[in-house]
């Protein structure tokens, strides 16, 4: 079986589109793997696979094997992450290299022949492929596999979740994330699918509330053009975790579309930690790397670190 050397399953869930899904399921990845885990993420969003371009590994292409599909790796760990002792946390916090985590991606993007080819399944097929990822791919050991997956409650994660609570053990399947944007109407949708996690036994680990302000690139003031706080009132009403809010941050789109590291305007502070200028602007380097440099990592950090505690707990 794929999933029996993994310890942890997480959904990443949203009963609304375009909220940030795959964004979110990106920066949880990248955030776990600079802690020193393991992380595997498994693209379930078949008409609209976009974890291969947020990691820039659009080109890459998966390997066949044995009774399967080899994932694409994103990066290996390193040495200073393998010479940790099992799941000893990493704060990586400072900006300081600490080593990190291997992660691997699969979606169906890497078995498109074109990047613009349209997949047009009926239900069944979808449901074949979804069941497919879940019992071909050959993972390995893994700390944490994140599950990105379209909006709502359709097929996929019916098909989805069936077939997690047949594979994988109780305490394999850790629970759902549920991501959010302030907006009324967003929320109205969202609640939708904490109904959804309870009807069919998935816990949910917490809210995260995506777009929450927008950073100013120039002075780094953040702005609350979608409102703010809509997230944490839905999860006080639903009586579930409140992970955190998250701003949009034009650095984070640079370096996901152009692959540069992202820099701030001089006195930038974001949880204690000085962002970097541009002035101190450091080589480029891997995604991972230059992830550090970004000002929603020290957010995330703080998330991830309760997120494991919850897992955990």
């Known amino acids: 079986m794929s999933l029996e050397n993994i310890k942890h399953i997480t959904l990443v869930l949203s ?14 990845a990248l955030t776990l793997s600079l802690q020193g885990y393991s992380v ?25 094997a044995p009774g399967g599909w080899v994932p694409v790796p994103v990066h290996e760990a390193s040495k200073e992450s393998e010479e940790q002792n099992g799941n000893e946390h990493i704060d990586s916090t400072n900006g300081q290299s600490h080593g ?17 080819d349209a997949v047009v399944w009926r ?10 990822f879940l019992s071909d791919v050959h993972w390995g050991a893994l700390d944490y596999l994140l599950i990105d997956t379209p909006p709502g409650t359709s097929d996929e994660h019916i ?15 850790s629970g759902a994330v549920i991501v959010t944007t302030p907006q009324a109407i967003s929320i109205s949708d969202v609640k939708k699918e904490i109904n959804f996690c309870r009807k069919v036994g998935v816990k949910v680990l917490g809210v995260i509330e995506n777009m929450a302000g927008f950073v100013c690139p120039n002075c780094s003031e953040c702005s609350n053009i979608f409102s703010k ?23 984070f789109s640079r370096l996901i579309e152009e692959g540069k590291r992202p820099f ?9 930690k000085q962002m970097q200028t541009k002035d101190d602007l450091l080589e480029t380097g891997t995604l991972v790397q230059n992830y550090t440099a970004c000002s929603l990592f020290p957010l995330f950090d703080g998330m991830v670190k309760e997120l494991v505690k919850t897992i955990n707990g």
């Open 123 to 132: 239900g069944p097929k979808k449901t074949a492929m979804v069941r497919q």
């Open 264 to 272: 701030y305007p001089e006195g930038t502070v974001v949880d204690g």
């Open 100 to 116: 990190h985590g291997a992660l691997y991606c699969m979606s169906l993007g890497f078995l498109l022949a074109n990047r613009g």
């Open 40 to 64: 595997g993420v498994l693209d379930v969003d078949l008409t609209g696979p976009s974890i291969p371009r947020f990691f820039r590994i659009e080109s890459s292409k998966v390997r066949q």
């Open 159 to 173: 098909s989805l979740v069936e077939t997690l609570l047949k594979q994988a053990t109780p305490a394999q399947l």
């Open 15 to 28: 009963g609304k589109g375009g909220v940030g899904k795959s964004s979110v399921t990106t920066q949880l």
């Open 229 to 251: 706080g809509g997230g944490k009132v839905m999860a006080q009403e639903f009586d579930v975790p409140f992970l955190g809010s998250v701003p949009l941050d034009p650095m």
